[in-house]
């Protein structure tokens, strides 16, 4: 993601399965799990949130799923092989304001700050 300045303020890596930066597929059969992980990170101390996307090679539309984070920029997902064929996965994070907002705002009130222009701003979220 970049912000208007042109950084690329979210960083994705080391997306696990991965084989050869995926020149070749991964393999699993019907009924097994594909679990996907990497770092995710984001300059500064802003949430993030991520989803898993993937899709059956004949289907369109992409399904998605929360990535959960693990421990130190580190999330995961995983979907079901449903049936025969190839699978195309992807990852997508962005900066998460709302939950970037709420943190900030927990720990002022955890401090015993003003919190009412927080509350405005909470609000426009």
Request: net charge negative; glycine share 8%; aromatic share 10%.
């Amino acid at each position: 993601m970049k912000d208007g300045e042109g950084r690329v303020r979210v960083v994705i890596v080391g997306v696990q399965p991965e084989i050869e930066h995926g020149r070749f597929p991964i393999k699993r059969t019907v009924g097994e799990k594909v679990r996907v992980e990497a770092d995710i990170f984001v300059d500064g101390h802003d949430a993030l949130s991520a989803v898993l996307l993937y899709r059956h090679e004949e289907e369109q539309q992409w399904n998605q799923i929360p990535l959960q984070f693990l421990v130190n920029d580190h999330w995961r997902g995983e979907f079901v092989v449903t049936q025969l064929g190839c699978y195309r996965y992807a990852l997508q994070a962005w900066i998460d304001r709302f939950n970037s907002w709420r943190q900030g705002f927990a720990k002022k009130v955890e401090a015993g700050q003003e919190v009412s222009l927080d509350l405005l701003v909470g609000a426009q979220l």
